[in-house]
């Protein structure tokens, strides 16, 4: 069956098959996230971030640190450790200071693209350098150098190719669905979002009052941040988009509640009178004394199982 268009007025309950490359297969791995349609990509939100929006010179390294570098491999060099594993190292630089690149799981195409000359872009976390590699000479050359173990990496042409324009979001993701296609899916959807299609539920006084921002701004913003937004406090979930999301979840969740609440009290439930000495005999039995609070919680128990509305209780305590 041919898909609907996404200019369809309710395209947010469309099958996630409308997207470009979500065919029957990808779609039932999507299952496994609860993403059947367009809207549950929408709200499919990232889990953290991290900014890659701007490039660090490799002379400015810190171990520890998350960065965006750029270089050329100098040369990359095969080294055993003392258990026969290989280790592939990419020496690279950028005039400011160097950097090995370290791959412990690589195949033959990966090894020819990492050949020197190679101009790479990479992401990854910075450690300290003087890994042992299975031999003295080794562990001399590179002792005291800083390394980013497997990171994330694209071959460039040039020296001005693009850098991302907004905090690259992190998704919950499933076995056969990675990243990439996560914000691939969820960057055709919100190219669509600004048609007016979502209602925004929040009454304006309550947006005025919390200072949040519209839904689609909400979505727009959490799913590509600015460039200059501050990654700690999105990573805490402490913007006003994430706040506005979050607190209409709850808001849903306590309508839900209180709607369930209302369709259980138009049934009846038989009344269940308690023989009052059966009670107190009960309670002379117990090793301890009760306690005020308990006495209250016991009454107003009884009081309810007295009734022949149905009781609604969530007893909490130590």
């Known amino acids: 069956m041919k898909p609907e268009s996404m200019e369809d007025e309710s395209f947010e309950y469309q099958s996630v098959q409308v997207l470009k490359g979500v065919g029957p297969a990808v779609a039932e791995k999507l299952k ?17 971030y991290e900014d890659r929006t701007k490039l660090t010179p490799i002379g400015a390294l ?14 990359s060099e095969m080294k055993y450790t003392g258990r026969g594993r290989r280790n592939l190292l990419c020496h690279l630089s950028d005039g400011t ?13 990966q090894q020819s693209n990492l050949s020197n000359g190679q101009r790479l872009r990479c992401f990854g976390e910075v450690r300290g350098g003087g890994r042992s590699s299975g031999n003295n000479s080794a562990r001399n050359s590179n002792k005291g150098r800083l390394e980013i173990f497997h990171p994330e990496y694209q071959l460039v042409q040039q020296a001005d190719t693009a850098i991302e324009q907004s905090l690259t979001p992190f ?33 304006a006084s309550v947006m005025q009052q919390y200072k949040f921002p519209d839904l689609v701004s909400a979505l727009l913003s959490v799913h590509r941040p600015d460039k200059d937004a501050d990654v700690r406090r999105l990573n805490q979930c402490q913007s006003k988009p994430q706040q506005r999301l979050l607190f209409e979840e709850l808001l849903a969740h306590q309508l839900s509640l209180l709607q369930a ?3 259980i009290r138009k049934n009846r439930a038989a009344k ?15 090793p301890f004394q009760l306690t005020a609070a308990q006495e209250n919680v016991i009454a107003e128990i009884l009081a309810d199982i007295d009734s022949e509305q149905p009781m ?3 007893v909490q305590g130590d």
């Open 261 to 263: 609440r209302q369709i």
């Open 312 to 314: 609604l209780r969530l």
């Open 272 to 286: 269940i009178v308690l023989d009052k000495k059966v009670h107190r005999d009960f309670v002379d039995q117990l």
């Open 171 to 203: 998704y919950p993701k499933t076995d056969g669905i990675h990243q990439t296609l996560l914000k691939k899916i969820s960057s055709q959807v919100l190219d669509k979002v600004n048609q007016g299609h979502l209602v925004d539920w929040l009454p």
């Open 32 to 48: 496994k996230l609860e993403i059947y349609n367009v809207q549950d990509v929408l709200f499919h939100l990232p889990l953290r």
């Open 97 to 109: 200071g160097a950097v090995i690149l370290r791959f412990f799981h690589f195949n033959k195409t």
């Open 62 to 75: 810190l171990p520890g640190q998350h960065a965006l570098i750029e270089g050329v491999i100098d040369h």
